[in-house]
């Protein structure tokens, strides 16, 4: 048991599922969704200062690195075709355009690359950190919930 609790918090706090991954993993073992809900949407929410503080200060450092410098490119590419929009998106409706954005479940568009976004924009820290933490709420509700539908469609076939 504590083992899948362990592998449904690294699945929350990887940048290619977060809370999309997490929560219906741990549901569909049986945890309880509000536990799935709380422990998954902690761990999203968690490395939000983590990744402000990696990218402020240790970017800079792996850029020497080609492998680092590769995969950061790659990244920023994907991005790009997103940053205007986002960035029109903040300076017309503020912050609460990054919650949303990160409130949607949907690839891309979780935590991480909010935190790119407000990173690359210059939105201040702590600002930045309060509205995405409140749209991995948002997010975590909407997964729980539609976690719990699909969970329980498949008991009645």
């Known amino acids: 048991m504590a083992?899948?609790?362990?592998?449904?918090?690294?699945?929350?706090?990887?940048?290619?599922?977060?809370?999309?991954?997490?929560?219906?993993?741990l549901i569909s073992f049986g945890f309880?969704?509000?536990l799935a809900f709380i422990?998954?949407?902690?761990?999203?929410?968690?490395?939000?200062?983590?990744?402000?503080?990696?990218?402020?200060?240790?970017?800079?450092?792996?850029?020497?690195?080609?492998?680092y410098r590769k995969g950061f490119a790659f990244a920023l590419r994907r991005l790009r075709k997103k940053e205007e929009k986002m960035r029109k998106s903040i300076e017309s409706y503020g912050?609460?355009?990054?919650?949303?954005?990160?409130?949607?479940?949907?690839p891309f568009t979780g935590a991480?690359?909010?935190?790119?976004?407000a990173w690359l924009l210059g939105v201040e820290r702590k600002r930045a950190a309060a509205f995405i933490a409140a749209g991995v709420l948002i997010a975590?509700?909407?997964?729980?919930?539609?976690?719990?539908?699909?969970?329980?469609?498949?008991?009645?076939?």
Do not use: Q, W
């Open 3 to 25: 083992s899948l609790l362990l592998i449904g918090i690294l699945l929350s706090i990887l940048p290619f599922g977060e809370l999309r991954t997490g929560i219906p993993f």
């Open 32 to 34: 309880d969704p509000v």
């Open 39 to 67: 422990i998954c949407t902690a761990a999203n929410i968690a490395i939000i200062p983590i990744l402000f503080l990696f990218f402020d200060y240790l970017h800079s450092g792996l850029m020497r690195f080609a492998f």
């Open 95 to 106: 912050l609460i355009a990054l919650a949303v954005f990160t409130a949607i479940p949907l």
């Open 112 to 117: 991480y690359t909010a935190i790119i976004f």
């Open 140 to 157: 975590g509700i909407l997964v729980t919930l539609a976690s719990v539908g699909i969970i329980h469609l498949f008991k009645i076939f």
